[in-house]
């Protein structure tokens, strides 16, 4: 048929990889003899595709872990395809190892020119446990996204403010959405508990929440 390309098992039935890889250059050298390219223009492309491939295969290892609380860990991580097209309000799925469970956990920060992401991480289940063993230095077998639809950020034309309310870990995942209703105009008011004053994380000067000077919180008692 033509314009139509078949390789590997779809043509020889079940075979080898090496086959299949062989069958995929074989059609590409056909295809090419068919097209009216410019040599350069394929050779830049090929390489734009060759430094995509190598960010995607980069480890995604830890670069900082910071303990917040006896039980939640804050980790840096690299992953830079992700830091690049991450948006508020979406989340990825983590493997510690090819042996754990897949799970999913919302971003809650990321840095594009760095190409590093931040996770915290309560320790629960035997997998989160597992992730909060884990030390600078050590990377995750796998981290897949960014995944699932971003927030909502729209402008609010009567008096700009946005309230937010989050408890413990809940804090990490509206950070985003809040500095993003900060960074179009919006004001906003964060509403968030802890079971107590050892259980708060991410409220002193300096850190994440309090530079966004947007802050009020309760103890739970």
């Known amino acids: 048929m033509p314009v139509v390309y078949s390789g590997g098992d779809a043509t020889r039935g079940g075979s080898t990889a090496i086959k299949a890889a062989g069958d ?23 390489a734009q595709a060759s430094s995509y491939t190598e960010l995607g295969q980069m480890p995604a290892k830890i670069v900082k872990r910071r ?11 690299t992953a830079p395809l992700i830091a690049r097209s991450a948006k508020p309000g979406q989340f990825v799925r983590v493997l510690a190892d090819e042996k754990g469970e897949l ?9 594009a020119e760095k ?17 909060n063993q884990m030390q600078e230095g050590d990377a995750f077998e796998a981290i897949a996204g960014p995944l699932g639809q971003a927030s909502k950020v729209v402008l609010h034309q009567d008096n700009h403010r946005v309230y ?3 408890g413990g870990v809940g804090l990490p995942a509206v950070h985003p959405i809040m ?6 105009g919006n004001k906003v008011t964060l509403i968030s508990g802890f ?9 002193d000067p300096g850190d994440k929440v309090e530079t966004l000077q947007a802050l009020y919180l309760i103890y739970w008692k």
């Open 164 to 166: 937010f309310t989050a």
């Open 103 to 111: 799970i999913p956990l919302t971003l809650a920060d990321w840095d």
């Open 195 to 203: 079971r107590g004053a050892p259980q708060a994380f991410w409220t």
């Open 115 to 131: 190409g590093t992401i931040e996770l915290v991480i309560q320790g629960l289940g035997s997998s989160s446990k597992l992730i």
């Open 24 to 46: 995929g250059q074989a059609a590409a050298r056909e295809i090419m003899s068919t097209l009216d390219f410019n040599l350069k223009e394929v050779e830049g492309l090929v």
């Open 67 to 77: 303990q917040l609380t006896d039980e939640i860990v804050e980790f840096t991580i």
């Open 179 to 184: 500095r993003a209703h900060l960074e179009i």
